[in-house]
């Protein structure tokens, strides 16, 4: 469907156009109308399908001449605009690249756009509020504290957009947000955009949201069709060494590496700097401008390799990412659908490999239920990795990183691998001591490997 059919105002359509846009999304398509209605809704489809532009462009609409709410006199410059308009988001890059979306579609009008996160100086955004604004995009912890100092003053909201929502309940910002809605007057036009649907999102919804129209586009277990999967059996100790040799194996044009946690996130990126890959890592610890510089790097011609945990990539518009690498799985198997959503975007080929560990072909399995696809096992296996599909998924662990351990694990594995020692020294005594000597000698090699 073409946006001229969408019956947005003239100075929208002129910004659309100029963007290069022509056909809407279907969560684009599906959304507008019934937000241009005043209806509020519940969309749920994966990142890189047009869901910013699914809100901004409509809200936008309402917020201008012609929609409902204040009066033109009430609209006007200076102190007297009160904040018509809240985007709430998980993540400061989130509420950055929103904010930006924003005053994007809506340069050819007068509306005003604010962003508001921690991690930075509150003084500009103060600033920002006291001079006037109609949309505020913020995350919850920082617009919760400048709302106790009283600088932001939500009672004359007359829509309410929760994007990402899911990632703002695994954050724990639950209650912050219910604090946050209770501040805004009950008749107003809630809209909540989410990659996943939770059991805890749709009480949500029940609560908030006034008779929504559902809209659901991509299935969050539809993997894009351009993204080529496959996955990597390896024992974890070994996953840094494969980490390494895949990404200089590999000839990579923009790598995005996920991690489970911030302290993981870190200490990849200093392995890989140790076996001389450029990296850096990226995540919720990091001040705001250290998060700023190393997107600009990972934006740039030069890329490092860029680890990041689930959170701090949510949301992230980084387009030509080449590979994405889930060096650990999670735990939730739509994670997975997202992370590999980071690539293959605009219709463009990409390559997601994933390190299975014996402890997580649970985590394997459950993303292959929800996918109802098998993923491939790589052919090109290094020495430190699993030897065979068959082998690994049915002992669950790995019998060359067992043969070039030199000492005995303790518990269960150490007391299963005595009996083997002992049965491969018996048969060296019985050929004599030459084998023994190259047995020694295949451990060495397997350890430096």
């Excluded at 001449?65 to 400061?92: Q, W």
């Excluded at 504290?145 to 724990?172: F, S, T």
């Amino acid at each position: 469907m073409s946006f001229e059919k969408l019956d947005l105002s003239p100075s929208l359509l002129r910004a659309v156009c100029d963007e290069g846009y022509e056909t809407a999304t279907p969560i684009q398509a599906q959304a507008i109308p019934s937000v241009l209605d005043g209806r509020d809704l519940m969309g749920c489809a994966q990142t890189g399908t047009g869901k910013t532009a699914a809100y901004a462009l409509p809200t936008l609409h309402r917020l201008g001449d012609g929609g409902p709410g204040e009066s033109r006199k009430n609209r006007g410059r200076g102190p007297t605009r009160s904040i018509r308009t809240l985007v709430l988001v998980p993540t400061r890059e989130l509420a950055v690249q929103v904010a930006a979306s924003f005053s994007k579609y809506g340069r050819f009008g007068k509306l005003r756009t604010t962003v508001v996160y921690g991690g930075v100086n509150q003084n500009p955004q103060v600033r920002a509020l006291q001079r006037g604004v109609d949309i505020v995009v913020a995350t919850p912890g920082r617009l919760l504290d400048l709302m106790n100092q009283g600088y932001v003053d939500l009672k004359r909201i007359e829509i309410l957009i929760l994007d990402e929502a899911d990632q703002m309940l695994d954050m724990g910002f639950l209650p912050d947000l219910r604090r946050i809605v209770a501040s805004t007057p009950k008749r107003r036009q809630t809209l909540m955009f989410s990659a996943t649907m939770p059991d805890e999102m749709r009480r949500l919804a029940s609560q908030w949201l006034n008779e929504p129209v559902h809209v659901q586009v991509d299935p969050v277990s539809s993997p894009v069709d351009t993204v080529m999967q496959s996955v990597y059996f390896v024992e974890q100790r070994y996953k840094p060494q494969l980490l390494a040799h895949y990404l200089q194996a590999t000839a990579c044009e923009r790598t995005l590496v996920f991690a489970r946690t911030k302290h993981g996130a870190d200490k990849i990126a200093k392995q890989l700097v140790r076996s001389g890959i450029h990296a850096a890592a990226i995540h919720g610890n990091k001040s705001q401008n250290a998060r700023t510089r190393t997107l600009e790097q990972f934006k740039s011609q030069k890329p490092p390799v860029l680890v990041a945990t689930d959170v701090a990539a949510r949301g992230l518009d980084i387009e030509a990412v080449s590979h994405v690498i889930n060096y650990e799985l999670p735990e939730v198997p739509e994670i997975y659908v997202h992370r590999i959503g980071r690539t293959g975007r605009a219709g463009a080929s990409g390559i997601a490999t994933s390190f299975c560990g014996a402890d997580e072909r649970v985590r394997l399995k459950r993303i292959e239920l929800l996918t109802r696809r098998s993923i491939s096992v790589e052919q090109d296996q290094p020495k430190y990795e699993l030897t065979s599909q068959s082998s690994s998924r049915s002992s669950g662990t790995a019998a060359r990183p067992r043969t070039a351990t030199r000492k005995p694990h303790s518990g269960k594995r150490g007391q299963t691998a005595q009996p083997r020692r002992k049965a491969q020294k018996t048969d060296s005594q019985q050929s004599g001591s030459q084998p023994r000597r190259s047995k020694r000698r295949h451990r060495i090699d397997a350890t430096s490997n």
